[in-house]
Each structure stands twice: as C-alpha cells, then as structure tokens.
C-alpha cells in the first residue's frame, strides 16, 4: 500500500460524537455476544405498531436460508418517517431540494409538507387499484416526488421497485414485467446537466414491451411535449387535486417487502433484490445516526441518486426515519461547472456530505480552485462509497474538501445488505486513506482462502470476505427466486453470506476491500487486485484516471492492461508510458508492473460514475462481440474510442 498513514478523529470530532473509542468496542462486543439482546434494544428507536416479542431467526444453511427480524412485529416505514416527527418538528423542514439550474429556487419542504404530499400520492395510487403487496414503478428524476413517491407505497404497504432513469426503455421494460407492476411513476422530463431526458417517451417506448396494462402517473417537471395514452396516463397534479391530504398508514408486518431493487450480479440478467420492512429501517436508521455522527438540525447531503441503495437507505429512509434534513440533488458535480457540490455545500450549510470516489477523482482533475472559492466551513463529515477509493483521492478530499478538519467515512456496503457493513466510526477510530476499517455492530466479517474456504485468523491476511451472521437490513431472497438467491450468497461458501468481494485485514486489524473477486487477476502466480493498481497509477502527477484489468497472457495466464486518462493538459507519449511502467514497479513491485497501456480520454461508466469493468475487460481480451447491454452508459462512445485505439497484445 502506498500509504497507511493515520488520522486519528480531532477532539471536536470525539467530544460531538454518539460514540466514541471505548464505546464502539463496548457495543461490538456486546452485538457480538447477544445479537438478540442488542438488536432488540436498538430495534426501539422504531414506533411499532404491534411491538416484537421475536428478534432474530435465521437459517444459512444452503437449501434452507430463511432470514427473518422482529418477525412478529408490525409497522408503517412512512409512518416512522413522517407522522412520529410531526409533534415535535412539524415545521422543520425534512427535505431541501436542489434543481439542476442553480437559477432556479432551491424548495425546502417540512415535515408536515412532506404528510400532506405523501398522503395524496398514496391515495392516488389507490385510486389507481393499488394496494398492500401489490408493485409499483419508479422512474424519476431526483425531484422530491421521488420520495413522496417511496414513502406513499410504503404508507399503502405496495412494494416500490425504482429504476434509475438513465436505464433505457428495454432495461425499464424488464423490470415493469420482471415484478408485474401495476403502475409506473415518471416524469415528462429529466433535467440534468442542462440536457434533458425524455423520461416519458422511454416509459411509452418500455410500455410497449409489457404485456400487462400499466398505468402511468406522471409528475410535470419541465411541461415539454409528450405522448399521451388517454386510458392509462393520469398527471399527478390533476389526480392529487380530487383526494383527500390525509391516508391512513397501513399495518405491516415486519417481514412484509418493503421494496425491490434489481442490481447486476456476476452472471445472468439483473436480480430483484428484496428487502422487507420492519429489520430494514432499524438498520438504516441506526447507521445513519451511528456512521454520519447525525445530530438534530445538521444538513445532510448525500449525492447518490434514488435509483441506487444508497438513495433508498442514505437520502430518504435513514435520515427521514431519524427525523433528520436531508438534501436532493437533481443535477450533476460538473454542471454549470466543477464547483457545484461546493457551491451547495456553502449555499445550505452542510455539515455532512456522502459521494462516491469516481466524483472525486473526475473533480480533483479539474484543480483546487473549484473547491477553494467555496466556504465550506459548516462541513463536518465526509463520506465515500460505491468502490475502494484511492489514497491520492482520498488525501485530496481530506485536505482540499475537509481541510483536514474532517473525518472521512469510507463505507462499504451492497444493494443486499441494506445499510454500512464497514466503516470507521467518526469520533472512535483513526481512518486510513482506502480502509473501511472496521466492521459495524452486529457484523462479524471473516476472511476465507477462496480454494480451501478455511476461515484465516489472524491479521496480515488477504481472501475474500463473506459475513458470519444476519444484520437486520440484510436482503431477503431474489424477487420471486429464491433459489437464485441461495445459489448467489449461500453456496460457495457454506453457511455464511458471501459478499463476492475481496478482503484484506492489515497488521492492526483493519479491513481494505480490494474489489469484486472476480476483478481480481492473477499474474505470474500472483494475485492482485485491480483496485492496486489503478490507485498507483493515479498516485501519479499525470494521472487523472485509470481502470486495470486482467487479459490472457501467453506466460504469465493474465497480463495486466491499464486504461489510463490523463489530467487536463497532458499529452500522451512513449516515454510517459515507461515513465508510469517504473512508477507502477516502485509503488507496488515488478509483478505489478503494466504490460499494456491504452491512453483512454474517457472511461465507460454508468450513469451512477460506476466504470464498467466487463466491456473494459472484454476489449482487453479482443472480444468486442461479447461487449453485452452499453445502454447503461453514460457516454457509449467512449466504448468506440477504446476500440479503435485497444493495444496490440504481440
Ligand atoms: C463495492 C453500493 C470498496 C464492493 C453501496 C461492493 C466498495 C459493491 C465500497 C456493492 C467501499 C461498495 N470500498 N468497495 N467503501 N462500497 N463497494 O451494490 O465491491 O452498488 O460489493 O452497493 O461496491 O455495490 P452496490
């Protein structure tokens, strides 16, 4: 590793926060020992309807998994995330939304705004056929309609499946029919960036591929032309005028599915992934508060949009369940330009600000005086998730973004496990740039030797990481595949969860994800993660971005072929090129050195900034016919670009 220095938490930090040193190790080993006993005290911090008497029944045996929490319980997710708050913060305003146009006025809409909103949502979704169980579609924009959409399925117990509207119609159209949805909830437009989507039409286009009738409520955002179909299209605006601003919160039961998530695995189509109701808030809720040292009043911001877990747990259900100010943005870090996350920051006093490393390294190329024009003196906390943030990244926002008053929060977590496995807690553990430290309550990690699937004690160790226990916010089973979901998490490695990634835990115990497994490579009998590699090559002056992947090589089974953008104003060159195969031997050593290095003005990344390693993979093994679904890219012809320019193997 390039750099395991430390950074232990500022005093201001420890003296504020809900749990400092002694603390953590108290409740760890506390949620260690009893599990039932821990979660059914932090199980309170949720109003029940009916309160729990069970706390925990879980099988991993393969062929029965069977997780269930507080399974006897009953409970309404928008009831704990609007009506308890109502009393004692009706006035308080529980979302800020920001436009993609910073022109244009900013709304701060109050608890009670956010009741009134919900409850017609709902009742429109009634007068619509929907009821308890029944699905419904989202696919919006990062409007406030967009929770008011979320928290009023949950208010009439239907399952809410959102589909990030950058998905084209044919992925939307899979997963309208995919969970049999009733309704589908869009917009006329998305804008973003200063472009604008067409949501509808891709909603028209998707629609025509689902053999069921599916309503439409579509909420006007931009007021452009769309198609209409007269018996299925209802606007929100005129359906809310002729229903009541009240609708009762419906009885759930704690194991009822709250909603449904597709999210790509390693093989096959997207997978459902189901999480249920009552062991999902607790545990969103609880690291909400626990992992962002959340107190009353503070303005989070959490960048990630509703279309991901991290929306779902970490801008709405976790920071609204904590009767907390949480903040929507529509638009994008680069537009108007690369100050815009600072300039929000300053504009709504900020104090915790949650964003993926790919922002991070696209704005660090962009130089310091985006960040430094801003005042971002009411920051407190900083957060990253998503993939393994490099040291130079992570430096960068530590300094030039925190000002080294900021305990950064590298969390690692999944679409199934609901909320934070592992994360530094802010005022009890000193962070080191890319480890995400240590493992949160009630997760018990373990290391395996992937060959053996022998549990490897110790530290200064490396293999993959699977969870030896349930948490309450872990999935449930795959949409309507139960089998699958065996087969995915249960079988390989008998009896725990296996998280498909990698993992290292260090001479103090600390764990460093290393990446996807199946991004790991191995050369010359080596195995090295990816993520190593890129991070070295970043570290790098020149460097703006760079992804890694394995190919086949005649001698040493997989060669190492790097994909490497520059900074602004750096002209490729042979002799950068040597230049970065030394750089790369002296930060890790020679079995990592490059074989082949591609000068990429752009990377393939989704539309959530996530590279897509499969196509980069497959043009590093010459195998352009298998490139699969680039819908989901941000820019397809980046992909082209790579093509054309790939390196020649001989
Ligand atoms: C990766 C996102 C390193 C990891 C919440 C995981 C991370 C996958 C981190 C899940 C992190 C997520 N450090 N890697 N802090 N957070 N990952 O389902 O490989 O979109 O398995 O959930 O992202 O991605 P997903």
Avoid at 582 to 610: C, H, M, N, Y
């Amino acid at each position: 590793m390039s750099d395991s220095k430390t950074y232990a938490p500022s005093a201001e930090t420890v003296a504020r926060a809900h749990v400092d040193a002694a603390k953590y190790d108290e409740m760890y080993a506390a949620s260690i020992k009893d599990p039932e006993a821990f979660w059914g005290e932090h199980g309170k911090r949720i109003d029940w309807i009916k309160p729990y008497t069970q706390v925990k029944d879980v099988s991993y045996d393969f062929g029965n998994v069977n997780i269930n929490w507080y399974a006897d319980g009953t409970l309404n997710v928008s009831a704990n995330c609007i009506d308890r708050h109502l009393e004692t913060r009706g006035d308080q305003t529980a979302i800020i939304w920001e436009p993609d146009n910073p022109e244009d006025d900013a709304q701060h809409i109050t608890y009670k705004q956010l009741h009134a909103e919900t409850c017609k949502m709902a009742n429109v979704l009634k007068s619509l056929g929907v009821g308890k169980g029944d699905r419904v579609v989202l696919y919006l924009p990062m409007i406030p309609e967009a929770a008011y959409a979320m928290l009023a399925c949950t208010r009439i117990g239907a399952i809410h499946s959102i589909v990030f509207a950058g998905f084209s119609p044919d992925a939307l159209a899979a997963r309208v029919s995919g969970c049999d949805a009733k309704v589908v909830i869009t917009a006329d437009g998305a804008p973003r960036g200063g472009r604008v989507t067409n949501l509808k039409d891709n909603v028209n286009q998707a629609l025509i591929n689902v053999m069921h009738d599916t309503h439409c409520l579509v909420v006007k955002r931009t007021g452009q032309q769309i198609a209409w179909r007269d018996d299925l299209d209802h606007w929100l605006h005129e359906a809310a005028e002729g229903v009541d601003a009240d609708c009762p919160a419906v009885e759930m039961a704690a194991e009822d599915p709250l909603f449904i998530l597709y999210t790509s695995g390693s093989t096959g189509q997207p997978k459902g992934v189901v999480h249920t109701t009552g062991g999902y808030i607790v545990y969103a809720a609880l690291t909400h508060e626990i992992t962002f040292d959340y107190h009353d009043g503070d303005v989070y911001w959490c960048t990630a949009d509703v279309g991901w877990v991290t929306g779902h747990s970490y801008i709405v259900y976790g920071p609204l369940a904590n009767g907390g100010i949480t903040l929507m943005f529509e638009g994008v870090p680069t537009y108007p330009d690369a100050s815009r996350f600072w300039q929000i920051c300053e504009k709504h006093k900020v104090a915790q600000f949650y964003t993926a490393p790919t922002a991070l390294r696209a704005l660090m190329g962009q130089g310091n005086s985006f960040v430094e024009k801003a005042d971002l003196s009411s920051l407190k906390l900083l957060g990253t998730v998503g993939e393994p943030i490099n040291p130079e990244a992570w430096n960068w926002y530590y300094n030039v973004v925190g000002g080294g008053r900021c305990p950064i929060v590298d969390t690692w977590w999944q679409t199934e496990t609901g909320g934070h496995l592992m994360t530094p807690l802010p005022g009890a553990h000193a962070t080191k740039p890319g480890s995400a430290m240590k493992p949160f309550f009630g997760i018990k990690p373990l290391v395996l030797d992937p060959t053996s699937a022998e549990v490897i004690e110790g530290n200064g160790v490396e293999g993959v990481l699977v969870i030896a226990d349930s948490w309450p916010g872990q999935m449930r089973t795959v949409w309507e595949d139960h089998e699958r979901f065996e087969k995915t998490y249960f079988s390989d490695y008998k009896g725990y969860y296996f998280t498909g990634d990698g993992c290292r835990r260090d001479e103090d115990g600390d764990y460093w994800i290393t990446g996807r497994v199946d991004d790991v490579i191995n050369v010359s009998g080596h195995r090295m993660g990816t993520a190593e590699v890129e991070s070295a090559l970043v570290a790098h002056a020149t460097v703006a971005e760079a992804a890694v992947v394995g190919y086949p090589h005649d001698i040493k089974g997989q060669g190492i072929y790097c994909y490497v953008t520059l900074m602004n104003g750096q002209e490729p060159s042979e002799e950068l090129r040597k230049e970065l195969r030394t750089w790369v031997r002296q930060e890790i050593g020679p079995i990592a050195s490059p074989d082949l290095i591609q000068w990429a003005p752009g990377l393939p990344k989704t539309r959530s900034g996530k590279i897509m390693r499969r196509i980069l993979r497959k043009i590093a093994e010459d195998d352009f016919g298998a490139l699969g679904d680039t819908s989901t890219l941000a820019d397809p012809s980046v992909v082209e670009d790579l093509i054309e320019n790939r390196m020649n193997k001989s």
